[in-house]
């Protein structure tokens, strides 16, 4: 058996499938490359309350539903920021082109290929962590520009005479609050970096096309 992208325990993966039968096979899969599948979803308020609670890396959506209810379930997911591929099987039907929350979204086809569909997982768990790094990056930067100039604050409160013990204490909350983020963003640079190491799923040897 080739040697698989297996994905880290830590990663929730939604399913948005309107069948149950095809929903269970795909979370047997999910749960065999070491994700844990959440849903199904078929319904905007059952997707939206499974993203709120569950905090998913990523979500495969079903293609094969009326588009009056594709559109709400795929702008749901951008709207909360949820990277995601479509299932389909055969050529992409002309509906899905008038939906522009759709637009670009990876796709995979049916029967599922079970390295295909690792590939997926693992690409669609990098964008997630790759993104949230960044948005890490962003607030460590901007905390770190709050920091030096409160610490301008101090000494100019101090330079004057003035009393600069809430600056001081204000300061060393913020800093506090930095050496938090910046612990949490080594921990998604770790994961980050075991997400690309190329491993074996457990049980592999039984994943089968459907």
């Given at each position: 058996?080739?040697v698989l992208?297996r994905?880290?325990?830590?990663?929730v993966a939604?399913?948005?499938?309107?069948e149950?039968?095809q929903?269970?096979?795909?979370e047997?899969m999910?749960e065999e490359?070491g994700c844990?599948?959440?849903g199904?979803a078929?319904?905007?308020?059952e997707?939206?309350?499974?993203?709120?609670?569950?905090?998913?890396?990523?979500a495969?959506l079903?293609?094969?539903m009326?588009?009056?209810?594709?559109?709400?379930?795929?702008e749901?997911?951008?709207?909360y920021?949820?990277?995601f591929?479509l299932l389909?099987?055969?050529?992409?039907?002309?509906?899905i082109?008038?939906?522009?929350?759709?637009?670009?979204?990876p796709r995979?086809?049916?029967p599922f290929?079970?390295p295909s569909?690792?590939?997926?997982?693992?690409?669609l768990?990098r964008?997630?962590l790759?993104?949230k790094?960044?948005a890490?990056?962003?607030r460590i930067?901007?905390?770190?520009?709050?920091?030096?100039?409160q610490?301008?604050?101090?000494?100019?409160l101090?330079q004057?005479?003035r009393?600069?013990?809430q600056?001081v204490?204000?300061?060393r909350e913020?800093g506090?609050?930095?050496?938090?983020?910046?612990?949490?963003?080594?921990?998604?640079?770790?994961?980050?970096?075991?997400?690309?190491?190329?491993?074996v799923?457990?049980?592999g040897e039984?994943?089968v096309?459907?």
């Amino acid at each position: 058996m080739a040697v698989l992208a297996r994905v880290p325990i830590e990663c929730v993966a939604l399913v948005v499938e309107n069948e149950p039968v095809q929903a269970f096979a795909l979370e047997c899969m999910l749960e065999e490359l070491g994700c844990r599948p959440v849903g199904p979803a078929s319904r905007l308020d059952e997707l939206e309350e499974l993203v709120e609670k569950n905090h998913p890396n990523f979500a495969l959506l079903e293609t094969n539903m009326v588009d009056e209810d594709l559109e709400p379930l795929s702008e749901c997911l951008v709207r909360y920021q949820v990277p995601f591929a479509l299932l389909a099987i055969g050529p992409e039907r002309e509906g899905i082109a008038h939906i522009p929350s759709l637009h670009g979204r990876p796709r995979l086809g049916r029967p599922f290929h079970p390295p295909s569909l690792a590939e997926m997982a693992h690409e669609l768990f990098r964008a997630d962590l790759a993104a949230k790094l960044a948005a890490s990056d962003q607030r460590i930067a901007a905390g770190a520009d709050r920091l030096a100039r409160q610490l301008q604050l101090v000494e100019r409160l101090e330079q004057a005479g003035r009393d600069s013990g809430q600056a001081v204490a204000l300061a060393r909350e913020i800093g506090r609050v930095l050496r938090t983020m910046r612990a949490s963003r080594q921990i998604l640079a770790g994961q980050l970096e075991t997400v690309g190491q190329p491993l074996v799923p457990r049980g592999g040897e039984n994943l089968v096309e459907f």
